[in-house]
DNA sequence: CCGACAACCTGTGAGC
DNA sequence: TGCTCACAGGTTGTCG
């Protein structure tokens, strides 16, 4: 279930397992996610350095020292996750991917659908087709009310698709972009250039908020990141809409409403939310 | 530039 | 119990 909270929580749930680490084996199981896995990824990580770990978005870039140093660039997709096993863990049908450390602990990529990505790039990530045309970090001081105001006046389309557009800010899925549409009252059909300065602001402060909860929840789970049968580091969080079709609104008590925009599922109040 | 939509792939749960 | 169908946290690429 990866949006930016649980991406983040990846990120922080490995760093001190992975970071200063040096990879002793790679084994790639599955070649085949969203785009291939480059071919000599393997060789090219046998004996190089984890030195540090960012994410920009939902993407986390592992900063990797070696000979010709360059980042592992990897995406959960839809249905992936990140974990630390014991070395010696077998691996099930969708563990596509583990890097053996030096610490006698593997981290490995486990990924259903396949919607992932593992990907090398030898210079500043940030140029990297994928990430070069990426918006703003909803955490950042850049996200603000006004400039959300700036960037919506000439979109037509309704404010949860256009918050969920990554070329605009980054992160918000279809999970939180209903939470956060809620918390700030606003209906997720209306028209981005319809939503004035203070909505706007309202908007982005949710956004944030949610963001934030979410990351301080799932945070409190990574004491055991470290576990042969661990989960990941997030778990199913208590929310205001997402997935309430038809039970009672937390705030008024009327019914959350379900409908579909962009072949997306959204849950909304229609008396709290205009 | 903007927006709508199909495509990628597998698992799960509802309904019959 | 077993089958079929709709749907699921994301993103790219194509087309109008």
């Known amino acids: 279930m990866p949006e930016l909270p649980e991406v983040e929580t990846t990120r922080r749930g490995l760093m001190p397992h992975v970071v200063g680490r040096v990879i002793e ?10 785009w291939p896995v480059p071919p000599g990824l393997a060789r090219r990580l046998a004996g190089a350095r984890l030195a540090d770990i960012e994410r920009r978005g939902k993407y986390l870039l592992f900063r990797v020292e070696a000979s010709t140093p360059g980042w592992l660039i990897v995406h ?12 010696g863990t077998p ?11 030096d610490n006698g602990h593997v981290v490995r990529l486990r ?46 389309a309704a404010i949860k ?10 992160g918000v899925g279809n999970i939180y972009a209903n939470e956060a549409l809620f918390h700030a009252g606003i ?18 402060e949710a956004v944030r908020a949610t963001l934030e909860r979410a990351i301080a929840a ?41 409908l579909r925009q962009g072949n997306r599922s959204t849950f909304f109040c229609p008396r709290c939310q205009r």
């Open 91 to 101: 691996a099930g049908c969708h563990d596509h991917l583990d890097l053996s450390l």
């Open 111 to 156: 990924d259903p659908r396949r919607f992932g990505a593992v990907l090398w790039h030898p210079g500043d990530p940030a140029r990297h087709p994928l990430l070069a045309h990426l918006g703003v970090e909803p955490l950042s001081e850049s996200f603000t009310g006004a400039w959300l105001y700036r960037h919506t006046r000439n979109r037509s």
């Open 187 to 204: 209906d997720p059909r209306r028209p981005a250039r319809r939503l004035g300065q203070a909505r706007c602001t309202r908007l982005v």
């Open 218 to 258: 799932g945070g409190s789970s990574l004491r055991d990141f470290v576990h042969a049968d661990g989960q990941p580091g997030y778990f199913q969080q208590h929310y205001a809409v997402y997935g309430r079709a038809g039970e009672p609104c937390r705030r008024c008590g009327g019914p959350i409403r379900h």
């Open 76 to 87: 959960l997709g839809m249905s992936g996750s990140l974990r630390m096993v014991a070395a």
């Open 25 to 34: 084996g790679v084994t790639v199981r599955a070649v085949r996610l969203r």
């Open 161 to 170: 698709q256009v918050l969920m557009d990554a070329g605009l800010v980054v």
